[in-house]
Structures are given as structure tokens and as C-alpha cells.
């Protein structure tokens, strides 16, 4: 069974920054991509930026320039800086990956959210 713990999310002021961070444990051969999805209220999930084993990193149009993903494969955590917030990025944050149980098993994990709000 595998396990991503996200943590880092909280009350921000428009233009502020967060930092969350997403662990991932438990029985894990490899993992292949991570990333950060958010649901906002009323509105569909989105895939917000993607990590993969070998650095290529994928953004949301809307939250280029303002947020980073990066990872450190040996603690097994992917990070998402966001600077310059803003109140329509307001949304619980999910972290997701993709790995390996075994050489020959593949499987996806989620995360169980942390809250993001941006307001004055």
C-alpha cells in the first residue's frame, strides 16, 4: 500500500507564497511522474503541474511563472512553490503519482488534500 501526505497548505494574502510538499511512503518500487492537481469549488479538478523521474516539468497555463514543481527523488517528495497568489487559486490541492508497486506493477496515488485560500 502506498501513501502521499501533503502538507504546507493554509491562509495566504493575495501575492503571498506557500510552500506544499507531498511524501510519498510505503511499498514503492519506483515512482515515475508526480504532480499537483486542485479542485476548486464548483469547478472541475485541474491539473495544476507534473514532475517526472527525469526533471521534465509540465504546467497549468494559469499558474505559469508563479508556481515551481520540483522533486527530491530520494525523500520520495515532490514540492509546489507558489509565489504571487492570487484569490482564484483558492482550491484543495492533491498530490498524485505515478509509480511502481513491483517491476511489473504500475499504480497511481492520491494524496488527501490540503486546503489553499488566498484572501485579504
Known amino acids: 500500500q502506498v501513501q502521499l501526505v501533503e502538507s504546507g497548505g493554509g491562509l495566504v494574502q493575495p501575492g503571498g507564497s506557500l510552500r506544499l510538499s507531498c511524501a510519498a511512503s510505503?511499498?514503492?518500487?519506483?515512482?515515475?511522474?508526480m504532480g499537483w492537481y486542485r479542485r476548486a469549488p464548483g469547478k472541475e479538478r485541474e491539473l495544476v503541474a507534473t514532475?517526472?523521474?527525469?526533471?521534465?516539468?509540465s504546467y497549468a497555463d494559469s499558474v505559469k511563472g508563479r508556481f515551481t514543481i520540483s522533486r527530491d527523488n530520494a525523500k520520495k517528495t515532490v514540492y509546489l512553490q507558489m509565489n504571487g497568489l492570487k484569490p482564484e487559486d483558492t482550491a484543495v490541492y492533491c498530490c498524485?503519482?505515478?509509480?511502481?508497486?513491483?517491476?511489473?506493477?504500475?499504480?497511481?496515488?492520491w494524496g488527501q488534500g490540503t486546503q489553499v485560500t488566498v484572501s485579504s
Open positions: 498524485n503519482a505515478r509509480l511502481k508497486t513491483s517491476y511489473l506493477v504500475s499504480s497511481y496515488a
Open positions: 514532475d517526472t523521474t527525469d526533471g521534465v516539468t
Open positions: 510505503g511499498r514503492i518500487f519506483s515512482i515515475e511522474v
